[in-house]
């Protein structure tokens, strides 16, 4: 110190000045640091509020919202509403700071989606969720998607002369259908040069958008062009029986340009529908018909008796010319087409909307969902919170985001390329052309073929495959008739032989992936993408078929753990920079067990690793590493199976490990969270295949089901970073689900539970960790882990099982690899629903008992879907045959009216009040009549820097005025 003091007084005045101006200067900027980076423990601004809940009165005139006010630093909070459920917000109102209630009067029965965020003076907070009052409402099997509001992910579908095919292709820019339906053109149509279709913003019914869709400059015989929809139709909650109705209304349809024609040109417009289900026998009926289209345009379709199951409904506007159309473009403008469900006497039949949650968990489900759309859309909605979905279901977005506002949706993606080549003629004219409607990949494999043939995986020589299940025509490449000099011997799956194995690690193949799907996302529209088959391969091997005496080099189907590090991390930075969710399928892998943890692992660093680890990555560049930003790794990790384990080779065989694994997972993923931006945080899916497997002594249902082990081990870690979906496996396929993603399952006890009171605890009577519990607002969940051994938990007091018996206090012994769910036996049937109650917003406990293995933090039991870049997960690879739409044109003598004049029909098939509607923005009432309106004055965050500025700028002139001054 002396010395400090000493150097100090040999200081000349203008180095002391400079000294004292400098440490005020740092001073300065510690404390911007700290107004900005520590402001509001972590957060730039202040937190968000959640558990917005809309209801609404008798007479429907007025809205009532409350939510969960989870900052103490706000200013205020701003309400937003739209009638789009997710477009064009509007702020109505600025409440003050602690407010936790509003009341919105609207028009009689008017429809309203709310959302809302806290401020202060450094911005605003991330939204809540979306949420709408719960009404019952005419079931319409069209919702969403008749209102033909985006332009965007059309189709077109051509029926290629002489072969039959469908052949699909997407839209031109120019020339772009809503999304969800289907372009459909005669062979003789350019589609370029001869279909005009565009979205009229503002054209449609109440100022929404509307399509216009017609022939121009066409000159030739009849020819003809559609726009159509095929829509699967469920039969839950709205049960289709013999005698109900199917009503088919638009209320507008506007014909244009029809008139003034040339002599000898005409133009008409037919309506095609059809109906198709299965019988009793599982015979296939169908009823359809055309009809011309007429004003007001309403189509009654009667079930009839032998109408069963597996409903769908196809229809289309078509438009037929013949002549000369050239400089004419004749067409048709629709919008708010409906298809209304009545039962025999012609009353409605209802559904809520949006569906009400009787869970409080988060859940999701896979991409082939076949179950979401084939059987009910519905319910797919109504049942989970994140769903990944194809290309081939995007149109449901719309429908479902009506049922379920708070959905959030992600595409599947494989980081390998998918042969979906088809021909438009005969296989000898080298016409191969990739046009799939449904593409599981972003990449072109018939210009990856043609130009990147580096991208593929090349079988070692003197090997063959296994076996080769792909298609005869697609054995070969692009370079004439097949023959065996041209056939291909790239590496392909397999059990998917039409999905070939890719060098992640060669030049540009991730640039191009990451554009591609980046481009397809905002095309569809959708939250995220879910990546598929992006970690290591490592098959070991030469195995050889008895039967045969070929011989496969499984080698060949490997892929280091640094190659899928880098793709992963690549794709994982480029996604964050276009606001793109990402979640990454990491199969039965954990985030902290190699090689898993190299790309799923925000804080590993290869500098640091294992001596084993560090054996495998001492071959590549780890400045390179480091430059990549190791932080950016994807948003969420999807464990394909979770806590039961799986063996592709016995399904269901239980795996006590992997049910170990899984729990700290969802323990990691909350400490990871701990103090981190939201924008930063990770999310973890566990995905659950489940079998009924009586012989394993697993049987599916019931208290000592599989399905009731996954629920109650889930809830042992869940947390508002989790999510949970439940997978129908089917036994006869070895570990190939069937599609039906928590058909049936009951959460509703979950939302009785309430939530947390504190972290999983772990038995200390057992070493093994087999029993763990965790207690509840309202009850107590234990789960037995051991696969072969029963476990007896201890209760000191009287519980409730599901059916309402009393537990009475004492040993309580559970079957191997089984879970119960016990409620405290104050709680009732109507246990209120503890975390959408704002006065109730419970933290955790420390555990007082025996700790997890990682210690876990404490989580706020929070559950509700509000984050905005969560994604949803697709399984690993599965066969990519995705059934064609039945929209298509049947023949038929095309209507002889010459010109048709313009017509706008606007009908409704139920009498609903008539609704008075405000057009102020801001007619809402408040509860709270006083109203904050935020500050544009100086804030802290302009004084600072002000301040800042000034320092700089004196320290600066000091500085030169002592070093001119003579001494």
């Known amino acids: 110190m002396k010395k400090i003091i000493k150097r100090l007084a040999k200081l000349t005045q203008k180095q002391r000045v400079s000294i004292a101006i400098t440490l005020i200067f740092v001073v300065a900027i510690i404390l911007v640091l700290r107004t900005f980076v520590f402001h509001g423990e972590g957060q730039f601004t202040p937190t968000a509020p959640t558990n917005l809940v809309a209801t609404d009165n008798s007479d429907k005139t007025q809205i009532f919202l409350r939510w969960v006010d989870n900052a103490s630093d706000e200013t205020g909070f701003k309400v937003e509403r739209t009638p789009d459920f997710e477009h064009d917000f509007q702020e109505i109102v600025t409440l003050n700071p602690n407010t936790t209630t509003y009341t919105d009067s609207i028009g009689v029965g008017k429809r309203y989606y709310y959302r809302i965020r806290a401020f202060n003076a450094l911005g605003g907070s991330d939204y809540s969720n979306t949420n709408s009052p719960t009404r019952d409402e005419p079931v319409d099997f069209l919702m969403g998607q008749g209102n033909f509001e985006n332009p965007v992910a059309s189709s077109w579908l051509t029926l290629e002369s002489g072969i039959g095919k469908s052949i699909y292709s997407w839209a031109s820019p120019n020339n772009e259908v809503a999304s969800g339906w289907t372009g459909i053109y005669d062979p003789k149509i350019d589609l370029s040069k001869n279909i005009i279709a565009k979205n009229i913003k503002g054209g449609g019914v109440d100022g929404s958008n509307a399509q216009y869709f017609g022939i121009k400059d066409y000159n030739g015989t009849a020819a003809y062009a559609q726009i159509g929809k095929n829509l699967p139709i469920g039969s839950n909650p709205a049960l289709l029986t013999s005698g109900n109705k199917l009503i088919l209304t638009i209320d507008q349809l506007n014909f244009i340009n029809n008139n003034n024609l040339p002599l000898g040109t005409s133009v008409s417009y037919d309506m095609y529908y059809q109906l198709t289900a299965l019988d009793s026998s599982s015979n296939n009926q169908k009823i359809w018909n055309y009809v011309p289209l007429s004003s007001p345009l309403r189509q009654e379709i009667v079930i009839p008796s032998n109408f069963v199951s597996n409903f769908a409904f196809s229809f289309s506007l078509k438009i037929t010319v013949n002549g000369n159309l050239t400089g004419y473009e004749p067409g048709f403008q629709i919008d708010n087409a409906h298809l209304y469900l009545t039962n025999s006497s012609d009353n409605p039949i209802t559904w809520q909307i949006p569906a009400p949650r009787n869970r409080d968990i988060l859940t999701h489900a896979n991409y082939?969902?076949?179950?979401?759309?084939?059987?009910?859309f519905y319910w797919a909605a109504e049942q989970n919170d994140y769903l990944s979905i194809s290309d081939y279901d995007y149109n449901f977005i719309p429908a479902m985001k009506l049922v379920n506002p708070n959905m959030k949706f992600y595409i599947y993606e494989s980081a390998n390329i998918t042969d979906e080549r088809v021909f438009f003629s005969d296989r000898t004219t080298?016409?191969?052309?990739?046009?799939?409607?449904?593409?599981?990949?972003?990449?072109?494999?018939?210009?990856?073929?043609d130009n990147h043939p580096d991208w593929f995986k090349t079988f070692p020589a003197n090997t063959v495959p296994l076996k080769d299940g792909r298609k005869e025509e697609l054995k070969y490449n692009n370079l004439g008739p097949p023959d065996l000099s041209n056939k291909l011997n790239y590496v392909f799956h397999p059990d998917y032989p039409t999905e070939y194995m890719t060098n992640l690690d060669a030049p540009t193949y991730k640039e191009t992936w990451a554009s591609n799907v980046i481009s397809r996302i905002q095309k569809y529209k959708v939250d995220g993408v879910f990546v598929d088959e992006a970690p290591e391969m490592n098959f070991d091997g030469i195995y050889t078929d008895p039967s045969t005496g070929k011989s496969n080099?499984?080698?060949?189907?490997?892929?280091?753990?640094?190659?899928?590090?880098?793709?992963?991390?690549y794709i994982a930075s480029e996604f964050r920079k276009n606001g793109i969710g990402y979640i990454i399928n990491g199969s039965e892998r954990h985030l902290n067990t190699w090689p898993g943890e190299s790309y799923l692992n925000p804080t590993w660093d290869p500098a640091t690793a294992t001596a084993g680890v560090d054996g495998v990555w001492s071959d590549f560049n780890r400045n390179l590493y480091q430059k990549l930003n190791r932080g950016i790794t994807p948003d969420t990790f999807f464990n394909e199976a979770a806590f039961i384990g799986l063996n592709w080779k016995d399904s269901n065989t239980f795996n006590m490990p992997s049910w170990l694994n899984s729990l700290d997972d969802m323990d990691q993923v909350i400490s990871w969270n701990q103090g981190v931006l939201k924008q930063d945080q990770k999310k973890l899916m566990q995905n659950v295949i489940y079998y009924d497997r009586p012989d394993l002594n697993a049987p599916a249902n019931g208290e000592?089901?599989?399905?009731?082990?996954?629920?109650?081990?889930?809830?042992?870690?869940?947390?508002?970073?989790?999510?949970?979906?439940?997978e129908n496996g089917n036994p006869a396929k070895k570990g190939v689900g069937d599609g039906d993603y928590n058909l049936g399952i009951d959460f509703s006890d979950t939302k009785k539970l309430g939530a947390p009171l504190e972290n999983?605890?772990?038995?200390?009577?057992?070493?093994?960790?087999?029993?763990?519990?965790?207690?509840?607002?309202?009850?107590?969940?234990?789960?037995?882990?051991?696969?072969?051994?029963?476990?007896?938990?201890?209760?000191t007091n009287s519980m409730l099982d599901k059916t309402g018996t009393t537990i009475n206090p004492g040993t309580l012994t559970l079957l191997p690899h089984t879970g119960r769910i016990l409620f405290n036996t104050s709680s009732t049937k109507g246990i209120p629903d503890t975390k959408n109650n704002p006065s109730s917003n419970p933290k955790l406990n420390t555990p007082g008992a025996v700790s997890t293995t990682t210690p876990t933090p404490t989580p706020t039991g929070t559950t509700t879907a509000t984050d905005e870049t969560t994604t949803n997960p697709s399984l690993e690879s599965t066969d990519f045959k995705t059934p064609i739409p039945e929209i298509f044109s049947p023949n038929s003598t095309p209507s002889s009216s010459s010109t048709v004049p313009s017509v706008s029909t606007t009908t409704t098939p139920f009498t609903t009040p008539s609704e008075t509607i405000s057009n102020e923005p801001n007619t809402a009432v408040s509860t709270n009549p006083t109203n904050v309106q935020e500050s544009h004055g100086l804030n802290w965050k302009t004084i600072v820097t002000i301040i800042i500025a000034l320092l700089f700028a004196a320290e600066l002139i000091i500085f030169f005025v002592l070093r001119n001054k003579k001494p």
């Open 368 to 376: 082939y969902c076949f179950g979401c759309m084939k059987n009910d």
């Open 430 to 449: 080298n016409r191969y052309e990739d046009h799939s409607f449904f593409k599981n990949s972003p990449i072109d494999f018939v210009d990856a073929l």
């Open 553 to 569: 080099n499984m080698m060949a189907f490997s892929r280091s753990p640094n190659v899928a590090q880098f793709f992963s991390t």
């Open 704 to 726: 000592n089901g599989t399905i009731n082990f996954a629920l109650t081990t889930y809830l042992l870690g869940e947390s508002e970073f989790s999510s949970l979906s439940i």
């Open 760 to 795: 999983r605890i772990v038995d200390s009577n057992y070493p093994d960790k087999s029993l763990q519990s965790r207690k509840f607002i309202n009850g107590l969940v234990i789960t037995n882990g051991s696969p072969d051994q029963p476990r007896n938990f201890i209760l």
